[in-house]
């Protein structure tokens, strides 16, 4: 009997033109075809958490398809549906034994679920006043029996029913089990629905996320890029077409022709190499223009790992450093012309003081020390001197050394021993570092430790975090005498420690030897 009516019913609905399905041409005015609509809470905010699943993507869904399905047979009726009331229509989102995909919502039995939580249940719809006159039961659809378990949102919004219909009257209600079944059914209708909305939103979340990094990156001054974790390019922003005229590489093959043929080997060696070490990429190189120039780029690239493991991804830059490049290139040009005609003064003066005590005997002595003197700056100038061939680093260490080389002993071994710590020394402190430790080495070889053959100097440097502690200490010289005078060299230490460096220092006189100790802030000595 329940085959016979699913039949006839859905040969009812099949034969009915789409919008006009359930009305079915009722001469009828529309207040007649659906008694008193019931009241029920803000529809505007109902309709706006409907909305918010955008529930039309998963139209005929296999799990609601498969919901619908089971509450046929459980309610053992001819017609299931998940049904959703809009604004004017109700829309089966999925459905069994119909194939009708809405119908108006002035004849739905559903909208009087709306705002309750409790199952909806008709026996018989020819005796209920509600639906005795609707369309659906005097037409030839012949709906008699209905129930409907609503479908509530987390908000508390009534969304539709999962419901069940029947051409025949019941006249005994559906069994516990049936209700309770269609209860959980609902449930996990909503669950659907739920899981639904919370993709929804993580998608949003991610294209607002994406959106807001493509902004960022476009916004950029500098090149920016990704690639795989094979090296193979899939992102470049606007610049790069800017800057070269060009579309983008998507390998390192296609890369190499924007390169300078004199950096191309050197830089893809390295791009590779950090590929295979998983470490970050960092390059200097020249980058072919739109206009055929080449502009100095800073390349840079960092990977990017899942939980520890092997690089997935890379990112990275591509900044314009031509105007820097060739500032830094300028600088040098000018520190070599400065420094070369700086050596030259010292000579100048150097000839013209030696020139001075051959014609004046009285002044030898003073001639001698100023012109020590002379040569220890130019030592120093010439080692803090940018690209000097002879040094590998601008350190505080190499610039001692090569202050303390003329204090070697015959057989080549230092006299002052420099141990402990290095740290950078520019330009601006080599000066009056050159000056104050020239002083103490030029005074231990008259009268202290370098005086005899048997003694000896160490320096110690320890880097103490911000700043660096250095003593000089001498060893094995003849016996220290403490004067309460200041003589010259106090003053040039204090003026050029104190002064000019902002450190601090004291003076020991020991039965073993002099010792000086000073202080300076390791910013200062790198200026």
């Given at each position: 009997?329940?085959?016979?009516?699913?039949?006839?019913?859905?040969?009812?609905?099949?034969?009915?033109?789409?919008?006009?399905?359930?009305?079915?041409h009722d001469p009828k005015p529309r207040s007649a075809m659906s008694p008193t609509a019931p009241e029920y809470g803000d529809e505007a905010e109902r309709l706006r958490v409907l909305d918010s699943y955008e529930a039309a993507a998963i139209e005929d869904d296999p799990e609601l398809q498969a919901i619908v399905a089971f509450a046929?047979?459980?309610?053992?009726?001819?017609?299931?549906?998940?049904?959703?009331?809009?604004?004017?229509?109700?829309?089966?989102?999925?459905?069994?034994?119909?194939?009708?995909?809405?119908?108006?919502?002035?004849?739905?039995?559903?909208?009087?679920?709306?705002?309750?939580?409790?199952?909806?249940?008709?026996?018989?719809?020819?005796?209920?006043?509600?639906?005795?006159?609707?369309?659906?039961?005097?037409?030839?659809?012949?709906?008699?029996?209905?129930?409907?378990?609503?479908?509530?949102?987390?908000?508390?919004?009534?969304?539709?029913?999962?419901?069940?219909?029947?051409?025949?009257?019941?006249?005994?209600?559906?069994?516990?089990?049936?209700?309770?079944?269609?209860?959980?059914?609902?449930?996990?209708?909503?669950?659907?629905?739920?899981?639904?909305?919370?993709?929804?939103?993580?998608?949003?979340?991610?294209?607002?996320?994406?959106?807001?990094?493509?902004?960022?990156?476009?916004?950029?001054?500098?090149?920016?890029?990704?690639?795989?974790?094979?090296?193979?390019?899939?992102?470049?922003?606007?610049?790069?077409?800017?800057?070269?005229?060009?579309?983008?590489?998507?390998?390192?093959?296609?890369?190499?022709?924007?390169?300078?043929?004199?950096?191309?080997?050197?830089?893809?060696?390295?791009?590779?190499?950090?590929?295979?070490?998983?470490?970050?990429?960092?390059?200097?190189?020249?980058?072919?223009?739109?206009?055929?120039?080449?502009?100095?780029?800073?390349?840079?690239?960092?990977?990017?790992?899942?939980?520890?493991?092997?690089?997935?991804?890379?990112?990275?830059?591509?900044?314009?450093?031509?105007?820097?490049?060739?500032?830094?290139?300028?600088?040098?040009?000018?520190?070599?012309?400065?420094?070369?005609?700086?050596?030259?003064?010292?000579?100048?003066?150097?000839?013209?003081?030696?020139?001075?005590?051959?014609?004046?005997?009285?002044?030898?002595?003073?001639?001698?020390?100023?012109?020590?003197?002379?040569?220890?700056?130019?030592?120093?100038?010439?080692?803090?001197?940018?690209?000097?061939?002879?040094?590998?680093?601008?350190?505080?260490?190499?610039?001692?050394?090569?202050?303390?080389?003329?204090?070697?002993?015959?057989?080549?071994?230092?006299?002052?021993?420099?141990?402990?710590?290095?740290?950078?020394?520019?330009?601006?402190?080599?000066?009056?570092?050159?000056?104050?430790?020239?002083?103490?080495?030029?005074?231990?070889?008259?009268?202290?430790?370098?005086?005899?053959?048997?003694?000896?100097?160490?320096?110690?440097?320890?880097?103490?975090?911000?700043?660096?502690?250095?003593?000089?200490?001498?060893?094995?010289?003849?016996?220290?005498?403490?004067?309460?005078?200041?003589?010259?060299?106090?003053?040039?230490?204090?003026?050029?420690?104190?002064?000019?460096?902002?450190?601090?220092?004291?003076?020991?006189?020991?039965?073993?030897?002099?010792?000086?100790?000073?202080?300076?802030?390791?910013?200062?000595?790198?200026?």
């Amino acid at each position: 009997m329940a085959k016979r009516a699913r039949i006839t019913y859905m040969a009812h609905l099949r034969e009915t033109p789409r919008g006009d399905v359930l009305n079915l041409h009722d001469p009828k005015p529309r207040s007649a075809m659906s008694p008193t609509a019931p009241e029920y809470g803000d529809e505007a905010e109902r309709l706006r958490v409907l909305d918010s699943y955008e529930a039309a993507a998963i139209e005929d869904d296999p799990e609601l398809q498969a919901i619908v399905a089971f509450a046929a047979k459980l309610c053992r009726a001819p017609v299931s549906m998940v049904s959703l009331i809009k604004q004017d229509t109700q829309h089966f989102l999925a459905r069994d034994g119909i194939d009708q995909r809405e119908t108006d919502r002035d004849v739905a039995f559903c909208i009087h679920t709306l705002g309750k939580d409790e199952m909806l249940e008709v026996p018989d719809a020819t005796r209920d006043d509600r639906f005795a006159d609707n369309p659906l039961v005097t037409g030839p659809a012949n709906v008699r029996y209905y129930a409907g378990q609503p479908l509530v949102s987390e908000e508390g919004a009534s969304l539709g029913t999962l419901c069940v219909i029947d051409t025949e009257a019941r006249d005994v209600p559906l069994e516990d089990f049936q209700r309770e079944g269609l209860r959980v059914l609902a449930q996990a209708a909503m669950r659907r629905l739920a899981a639904r909305r919370i993709r929804l939103s993580a998608d949003r979340a991610i294209a607002e996320r994406e959106e807001r990094l493509r902004r960022v990156l476009e916004g950029l001054p500098q090149i920016a890029w990704s690639a795989d974790e094979h090296g193979n390019f899939d992102y470049f922003n606007k610049r790069w077409a800017e800057q070269t005229g060009a579309p983008p590489p998507g390998s390192a093959d296609a890369w190499r022709p924007f390169i300078h043929p004199d950096d191309a080997d050197r830089v893809l060696d390295e791009w590779q190499r950090c590929l295979d070490a998983g470490k970050s990429f960092e390059a200097e190189y020249r980058l072919r223009q739109a206009d055929g120039s080449w502009f100095w780029m800073l390349g840079l690239g960092v990977p990017v790992s899942e939980h520890e493991g092997d690089p997935v991804r890379w990112f990275g830059t591509v900044t314009d450093i031509d105007e820097v490049r060739r500032a830094l290139e300028e600088r040098d040009l000018l520190a070599h012309e400065l420094s070369h005609r700086i050596k030259n003064l010292f000579a100048v003066v150097i000839g013209l003081a030696t020139l001075k005590a051959r014609k004046d005997p009285a002044v030898q002595p003073f001639v001698a020390e100023l012109t020590d003197v002379l040569r220890a700056l130019g030592r120093a100038n010439e080692f803090v001197r940018a690209g000097h061939a002879s040094v590998s680093h601008d350190a505080l260490r190499g610039l001692l050394g090569a202050l303390f080389k003329p204090y070697r002993d015959g057989s080549g071994e230092d006299r002052v021993r420099i141990t402990g710590d290095d740290v950078p020394v520019g330009a601006a402190a080599a000066t009056p570092l050159a000056l104050v430790f020239h002083e103490l080495a030029t005074n231990a070889a008259k009268y202290g430790a370098l005086s005899v053959d048997e003694g000896h100097v160490t320096l110690t440097m320890t880097d103490e975090g911000e700043t660096v502690h250095l003593t000089w200490q001498e060893h094995g010289g003849p016996a220290v005498i403490e004067s309460g005078e200041t003589g010259f060299g106090s003053r040039l230490v204090e003026m050029s420690v104190t002064g000019q460096l902002g450190g601090s220092w004291q003076r020991h006189f020991r039965a073993d030897g002099l010792v000086i100790d000073l202080t300076v802030s390791k910013a200062a000595i790198a200026r």
